[in-house]
């Protein structure tokens, strides 16, 4: 039990990583290992599992009750798993995720074509699993960086994105098309399920890191305005934003070329296309972004991913899913690294965030996911009600709203290893900073 808990290696401290260093340590490495190994069973499988549950029925309705029950646990997978990482450990937490994860695929392969009668527990075992997974990455991958080499971290984290859903998609759309009836569909989800015994080998092998507090201070967080400023309220009204733009986006376009194009090949094309792209807007942002310039790499990237939805105003097809893909692939990449390392840096340097990183990151997700949830309900009442093109609409609607995340944030910055509005005077911070003293 003690080496489930604790890893291995048992109560090692990480690594120390100097201020000024950007080198990555031994535990960031790891731990890119394991997010890469999920990217694979994701790019293998997720973006297939949507396409099978609507195979089973053409109904998108089932493909939307599907994602509104996994967005909706995600917030609890997160909560319960942030009361682990207190109580036991983190690592702990991570483990679960994958252990949730490998349940949801065997279910599906237990279930076979019978998965749509039961898309409300697929989605909840998903969004359990994810919320644990995500909770323990994101607060480690806070421990394993620090702000000079966090920049590094995220393109390094979105580069194996782009690279897994660059390769693994295309062989998934390969497979399937091969195979008769619905055998490709187990095959690939099998895919899945290895890879993640595989990096719930791997977690063993991570630095066990006592939290210095033991106590879980997710209501007092939520509710009490002294532990949040004004930066860390506009990131979180930032990532609702972003939730409400992406909790459609993340299923319905791949779902859009499926439909359009009645093949798996042509969607696997379509997100090797995309991919191909996103790797080299990662590899960029990776190697020449910084706490100085993100701020337009974000406004730019915000931008032209409103613009890729223009096309949806006059028809969805294979022209407007193209322009899309091809045009978030280049400017997303843009915008998602430095905002996610700005949320990063709100965190760890505005507030008591040694003790209460946990419900702090937490208190983003429940946030995130709130906008998922309102967004996909909106979704699934308008294809119910009102019909596709009300629908398209609301997907060039949906583009804007990461405008509004950029607008929020767009003033903070990172001086001396904090985070100010930046028309903060410096001769008033040396004030405040002698006042302190």
Not at 4 to 28: H, P, T, W
Not at 44 to 54: C, D, G, I, T
Not at 121 to 144: R, V
């Amino acid at each position: 039990m003690d080496i489930f808990l604790n890893g291995i290696e048992g109560y090692k401290m990480q690594n120390e990583v100097s201020r000024d260093s950007r080198c990555l340590n031994r535990d960031a490495r790891i731990l890119l290992l394991i997010i890469g190994l999920y990217y694979i069973s994701t790019g293998f499988s997720n973006l297939f599992v949507n396409v099978f549950l609507w195979r089973l029925n053409n109904d998108m309705f089932i493909v939307g009750i599907f994602n509104l029950f996994f967005y909706a646990f995600i917030p609890l997978g997160f909560v319960i798993g942030g009361w682990l990482s207190k109580k036991i450990n983190t690592i702990f937490s991570l483990k679960l995720g994958i252990l949730l994860m490998l349940m949801f695929y065997f279910t599906v392969l237990f279930l076979g074509q019978k998965a749509s009668n039961y898309v409300a527990l697929l989605g909840i075992f998903w969004g359990l699993g994810l919320g644990f997974f995500m909770l323990a990455f994101n607060i480690l991958s806070f421990d394993f960086t620090n702000t000079y080499n966090r920049d590094s971290f995220n393109g390094y984290n979105g580069l194996l994105s782009s690279l897994a859903y660059m390769v693994a998609p295309y062989i998934s759309g390969f497979i399937i098309t091969s195979m008769p009836g619905y055998k490709g569909y187990s095959f690939i989800f099998a895919i899945s399920f290895l890879c993640f015994i595989i990096a719930i080998f791997l977690s063993f092998s991570l630095y066990f890191i006592p939290h210095p507090d033991k106590n879980f201070f997710l209501g007092s967080v939520i509710k009490n305005k002294k532990y949040y400023n004004e930066n860390w309220r506009k990131v979180l009204i930032g990532h609702l934003a972003i939730g409400f733009r992406d909790g459609v986006f993340m299923f319905a376009v791949n779902l859009f070329i499926y439909m359009v194009s009645g093949s798996e090949i042509s969607l696997g094309t379509y997100n090797l296309i995309c991919s191909i792209i996103s790797v080299i807007a990662f590899y960029i942002i990776a190697r020449y972004t910084n706490h100085d310039n993100r701020k337009w790499f974000m406004l730019f990237g915000a931008l032209f991913m409103f613009v890729s939805t223009w096309g949806f105003f006059v028809k969805i097809n294979l022209i407007s899913l193209w322009f899309f893909g091809i045009v978030v692939s280049i400017f997303a990449p843009m915008f998602w690294a430095p905002f996610t390392s700005l949320t990063w840096d709100v965190l760890e340097h505005n507030m008591d965030s040694h003790k209460l990183k946990i419900e702090y990151m937490i208190t983003r997700e429940i946030v995130l996911n709130m906008g998922r949830v309102i967004s996909v309900s909106i979704f699934i009442l308008i294809n119910q009600f009102f019909g596709f093109n009300i629908l398209k609409i609301y997907l060039f609607f949906l583009g804007a709203v990461q405008i509004l995340s950029y607008y929020l944030v767009r003033n903070i910055i990172v001086f001396d290893g904090r985070t100010f509005p930046s028309n903060l005077n410096y001769l008033e911070l040396s004030v405040d900073e002698s006042i302190d003293r």
